[in-house]
């Protein structure tokens, strides 16, 4: 995008019930120590990639965005959610994981600090009308 001198926005949508619901689990279980940095610094560097996109970036959140899905809808410059069928939630605190300091920092960028809070720690699950008026 960044080389097209015709581009004017990227917009990042889904077909289905889900955005995105992040990271696969199931593959990084398979061997923990390994597939974990490996797709943490992948996942790193396209959330760097786009947070250096040139135009604006929109998210056309037409479903679920969990976990590393939600941390993608926020490396976007704008967030349009479908009311009917949308939630974002850091599902991976329901599990117990932990947030590397620098998907944090991604989400700390884009949130109020009570959010934020509400976000990081109670793992609130936000609807389309919930993430308008919490901004």
């Known amino acids: 995008v960044n080389d097209s001198p015709d581009a004017v926005a ?3 949508t889904n077909e289905g019930r889900y955005f995105s619901n992040g990271l696969d689990l199931q593959w990084i ?30 998210a056309a959140i037409c479903g679920h965005a969990a ?11 704008y967030r349009f959610m479908r009311g009917d069928r949308s939630v974002l939630y850091m599902s991976e605190l329901d599990i117990g994981m932990k947030l590397p300091r620098s998907l944090l920092a991604v989400i700390r960028s884009k949130l ?7 976000v990081v720690l109670g793992a609130r699950k936000f609807s389309a009308q919930m993430a308008l008026e919490s901004g």
């Open 67 to 77: 976990a590393g899905g939600f941390i993608l809808a926020l490396a976007h410059d």
């Open 10 to 12: 990227l917009v990042t």
């Open 29 to 58: 279980s398979q061997n923990p120590e390994d597939h974990l940095s490996t797709i943490r610094i992948k996942f790193e560097n396209m959330l760097a990639a786009f947070m250096r996109v040139k135009v604006p970036t929109i």
């Open 112 to 118: 109020s600090p009570g959010t934020l809070r509400d």
